[in-house]
């Protein structure tokens, strides 16, 4: 089986539709296995939904939807939808997000991990047709509609392998991708009816021959997340403790070094990044998303680069 290649955008910066078919239809054209957008200042189910009707073979799916802006039955049946227009084309990545974000929206996360466990089980049953009517009775999807889980910690990849059909981490090194078998497979162990994980990642890609120029890019791309409390604590936990610390007192891009960014993304030539790439695939990653720059420009010079 040919090895699977997926991208990541982020259309909520300005896209308009039809950019956001233009791009999807260019990776399928690509040869690109999948395409998924972020829930970045957009609808991500309606993203998800243009860029399946704008294409005939590629996956599209959300990375992620968050669960705390959509009740799980909207989400369901959003998914059921999208799934039959896509002729089974669509993957629903589901996760919590951020703090800073959900407060900015003014929602309560409460324990995480506990409304992540019942948001996906919930999900999972209203496409079965369970649950009360409401209208009218419930009836099952029509296509089936892979659930995937955003996962960074030990506890959510355990929590996921338990639940979904698929993982979804970022910013993740080689190294923490061979640790979370063991993670991986605790959650399976306690599974039903599921069959194996298939572990994605999310790689930021910047393709260029100045090594140094796409590390400065990615610190440019990249600086916010430093901002965020799980990946504070995501990248103490892969060993970067110094870059954590600096994380925490605001420094923002900067924090992020060379030894983190050559552990996590992509960057520099194109035959750099190819090695970069098969070294995750060689540690246990199934489906690598490639994170494009942010901007129409970034998704077209990644789709350009790795054209198949």
């Known amino acids: 089986m040919a090895e699977r290649l997926g991208l990541a955008v982020i259309p909520g910066i300005g896209w308009r539709a039809s950019e956001i078919q233009a791009i999807a239809r260019e990776a399928e054209e690509a040869g690109f296995d999948a395409i998924f957008a972020a829930e970045v200042n957009n609808d991500v189910m309606a993203t998800a939904q243009l860029m399946g009707v704008a294409t ?17 039955y909207a989400c369901a049946q959003g998914a059921a939808l999208i799934a039959d227009a896509t002729d089974g084309r669509f993957v629903l990545g589901l996760g919590v997000s951020h703090p800073p974000v959900n407060k900015a929206l003014g929602i309560d996360m409460g324990d995480a991990p506990s409304a992540l466990r019942r948001y996906v089980t919930a999900v999972r049953s209203w496409l079965k047709g369970e649950g009360p009517a409401t209208h009218l009775p419930q009836k099952p999807t029509v296509r089936p509609v892979p659930l995937y889980v955003a996962a960074v910690t030990s506890r959510t990849v355990e929590l996921a392998s338990e639940l979904a059909d698929g993982i979804m981490p970022f910013l993740w090194s080689a190294d923490r991708v061979r640790k979370s078998k063991a993670w991986i497979d605790r959650g399976r162990a306690k599974a039903s009816g599921l069959g194996q994980v298939d572990v994605t990642l999310g790689l930021p890609t910047f393709i260029g021959d100045d090594v140094k120029a796409m590390r400065e890019a990615a610190r440019a791309n990249l600086g916010l ?15 970067f403790g110094p870059e954590a610390d600096q994380m925490e007192k605001g420094v923002g891009g900067p924090s992020l070094s060379d030894r983190v960014l050559d552990a996590v993304c992509l ?3 194109l035959s750099r990044c190819r090695e970069q790439l098969a070294a995750f695939r060689s540690a246990g ?13 970034g998704a077209r010079g990644v789709i350009k680069a790795l054209r198949r």
């Open 267 to 269: 960057t520099g030539p």
């Open 56 to 72: 005939r073979r590629i996956q599209v799916g959300t990375w992620i939807a968050n669960i705390y802006v959509r009740h799980s």
């Open 225 to 239: 997340y430093t901002t965020f409390p799980f990946f504070q604590r995501l990248f103490r936990a892969s060993g």
């Open 285 to 297: 990653v199934d489906l690598p998303i490639l994170v494009a720059p942010i901007g129409l420009d």
